[in-house]
């Protein structure tokens, strides 16, 4: 069992909602409920109020066999007492509204999968957008609470750029329990770019894993600027949002444009990730060689110098990189005052896979990527 301070809200479940009052169990009866209909399930969440920061508002029902034992707050919508402790061994089995968040899950992702696996990732941005996905909410505490480069999260778990190329679905994703969110494709170039051909995103079930090679698909920076400019502001509004700069395929000046998206994006950003490391674009990792990189941090530093509010910037590195080769970014890095480095992006190797797109082209991450290789164990050394 985890312990959790909390304060907030809650509408409550379907009986509470039909006669008004939020109703809870004494210990003992709720430990019977989860023997009895609960056996096995590790998505509960067990809430533990003071009954003396109540008040007034405690009412107290008698059971069948005649003792008093459950209690009800006043009205739904009751605010949680502060010092009140959630008991938590997962994720929630139900939401606001009662439904079973675990089988919901169960179902769409089912459905999910008989789809083509880009139309998936399509469909479930826009089921998130249009508040047809269980979200979990804010999850914070003071043990999780983080804070890197200046930036305060609520907990140290983010989500990668890839997922949201577009900032469609941010407001949703900032309710998603999140402690930071990265948008952007690979990357994001100043213009729109269609990407590479399709198909380019596949599913190797057996390893856990995917392949993409999108190619820096998505809509542009105005458009993705605009959506970062008016995301919903709130309680959920805290929690950093960064995009991941990029550049065009077949752009002259690839150094610049990581440059011109930051001058446009940064105001309206908490950090910035400087992407050399996709393997989808030809010759883009080339920009992780020492002077290329030199030069291209320190147009982007220049710029990010000039704004308004100073943001951090972070650097993505690939993963299939040499000692040498890391040592040398390392040294770039520290020269360049870059705020960190992010490893890493998806990799080429394709060691111990088993699934039959394992000799699809692309970057692979996922499960067989959970483990740097060799050579970040060894330049992580004192």
């Known amino acids: 069992m985890e312990h959790f301070d909390a304060q907030g809200e809650t509408l409550g479940a379907p009986i509470d909602l039909a006669d008004g009052y939020i109703h809870f169990s004494t210990k003992d009866q709720a430990a019977e409920t989860a023997a009895k209909h609960f056996a096995g399930e590790g998505d509960l969440v067990l809430v533990a109020l003071e009954a003396a920061a109540l008040g007034a508002s405690l009412k107290w029902e008698p059971r069948a066999a005649g003792s008093f034992s459950r209690i009800s707050t006043v009205r739904s919508n009751a605010q949680i007492a502060s010092g009140s402790r959630i008991c938590r061994s997962a994720p929630m089995a139900t939401n606001s509204r009662g439904y079973d968040v675990k089988l919901i899950e169960r179902a769409g992702l089912k459905a999910l999968h008989c789809l083509d696996p880009e139309l998936a990732h399509s469909l479930s941005l826009k089921a998130m957008s249009a508040?047809?996905?269980p979200l979990g909410g804010i999850v914070s505490?003071?043990?999780?609470?983080?804070?890197?480069?200046?930036?305060?999260m609520r907990?140290?778990?983010?989500?990668?750029?890839?997922?949201?190329?577009?900032?469609?679905?941010?407001?949703?994703l900032m309710r998603a329990g999140f402690g930071f969110l990265e948008v952007g494709g690979a990357a994001t170039p100043p213009r729109p770019q269609a990407g590479?051909?399709?198909?380019r995103l596949f599913r190797l079930t057996q390893d856990r894993a995917v392949i993409n090679r999108f190619g820096f698909n998505n809509d542009g920076m105005e458009a993705i600027t605009e959506r970062l400019k008016n995301r919903p502001s709130g309680i959920s509004a805290d929690i950093p949002v960064g995009l991941n700069l990029g550049a065009n395929k077949d752009s002259a000046d690839r150094a610049a444009d990581f440059a011109r998206v930051l001058a446009h994006a940064g105001p309206h950003i908490n950090f910035a990730t400087v992407n050399v490391s996709s393997p989808n674009t030809e010759k883009l990792r080339d920009l992780q060689g020492k002077e290329a990189l030199t030069a291209l941090l320190k147009g982007v530093t220049d710029v990010r110098d000039k704004l308004s509010r100073r943001i951090p910037i972070f650097l993505k590195i690939a993963p299939d990189l040499s000692l040498a080769e890391i040592e040398e970014i390392a040294e770039v890095a520290l020269m360049s005052k870059i705020?960190?480095?992010?490893?890493?992006?998806?990799t080429l190797a394709r060691d111990g896979l088993t699934s039959a797109h394992r000799a699809e082209a692309g970057g692979l991450s996922g499960a067989p990527c959970s483990r740097p290789p060799p050579a970040f164990w060894r330049s992580s050394r004192p």
Do not use: E, F, Q, W
């Open 339 to 346: 705020d960190g480095i992010i490893a890493t992006n998806t």
């Open 196 to 199: 590479n051909a399709k198909p």
């Open 155 to 172: 907990n140290p778990v983010g989500l990668a750029a890839g997922m949201d190329k577009n900032a469609t679905a941010v407001g949703a």
């Open 141 to 152: 505490s003071s043990r999780l609470a983080t804070n890197v480069a200046g930036l305060a």
């Open 131 to 133: 508040g047809l996905v």
